[in-house]
C-alpha cells in the first residue's frame, strides 16, 4: 500500500460479503455456464477435454435449473453491494491469491473447491480487474495483487496498474526456473 500512497493515492478500507458467498455464486454460475456453453461437445467429444475440463463440465451439467436461477440473483445482490462499495472511489485493490503463486504440479486436482479466490467477487460482479506482481514470497514465487475498477473503466486500471508496476520495478523481475 506504501507504493500506491507514494503515487498520491488516498487508501481506505471496503468492506463486503465474505469471500464464501461470492465464491459460491460465481463458482455455480461458472461450473453451470460452460457445461451449457459446451453441452454438444460434452456429449459428442468429451474425450477431447482434459481430465480437469471433463469433470467440471459434467459436474456443471447436474446443477439445477433452481440452484442456477438462485445463484443468479445472489449475484445480482452482490453486484449491488459492490457498485455501493465503491461508490466515491476510483479502484479497489486487493490481494489476488493468499500467497505465492504455487507450483503448478502442486495444485490440486479440484482446485475451484480447495479455496474460495480472492478475484471471484469481480468475475461474479463483471469489474474490470487486472493482477500484477506485488513482489516474491519466501521461495522466490511471485506475490499479487488486483486492482479493480469500476464498469467501463478499464483504461482507469490500466493506468493505475501501469503506475504501480513502474513505481515498484517487480515487473521486470523475475522467479528463477528450477531446475529438472
Known amino acids: 500500500m506504501e507504493a500506491l500512497?507514494?503515487?498520491?493515492?488516498?487508501?481506505t478500507d471496503v468492506s463486503l460479503s465474505p469471500l464464501q458467498d461470492w465464491h459460491a455464486c460465481g463458482t455455480l454460475i461458472s461450473l453451470t455456464e460452460?457445461?451449457?456453453a459446451y453441452e454438444e461437445w460434452g456429449r459428442t467429444r468429451l474425450d477431447?477435454?482434459?481430465a480437469r475440463v471433463q469433470r467440471r463440465l459434467m459436474l456443471g451439467a447436474m446443477v439445477s435449473g433452481v440452484d442456477y436461477v438462485q445463484a443468479v440473483r445472489r449475484r445480482r445482490e452482490l453486484r449491488d453491494e459492490l457498485r455501493d462499495a465503491m461508490r466515491g472511489l476510483d479502484v479497489v485493490v486487493t490481494a489476488a491469491a493468499m500467497g505465492e503463486a504455487p507450483k503448478i504440479d502442486a495444485i490440486p486436482e479440484w482446485d475451484t473447491f480447495a479455496q474460495p479466490s480472492f478475484t471471484m467477487p469481480f468475475n461474479v460482479a463483471g469489474y474490470p480487474a487486472m493482477s500484477?506482481?506485488?513482489?516474491f514470497g519466501p521461495t522466490g514465487l511471485p506475490l499479487s495483487l488486483q486492482i479493480v475498477g469500476k464498469p467501463f473503466q478499464e483504461a482507469?486500471?490500466?493506468?493505475i496498474a501501469d503506475a504501480f508496476?513502474?513505481?515498484t520495478g517487480f515487473r521486470a523481475q523475475r522467479p528463477a526456473m528450477a531446475e529438472g
Do not use: K
Open 5 to 11: 500512497r507514494s503515487l498520491g493515492a488516498v487508501v
Open 34 to 36: 460452460r457445461a451449457a
Open 48 to 50: 477431447g477435454f482434459g
Open 132 to 135: 500484477v506482481c506485488a513482489g
Open 156 to 159: 482507469t486500471v490500466f493506468q
Open 165 to 167: 508496476e513502474n513505481a
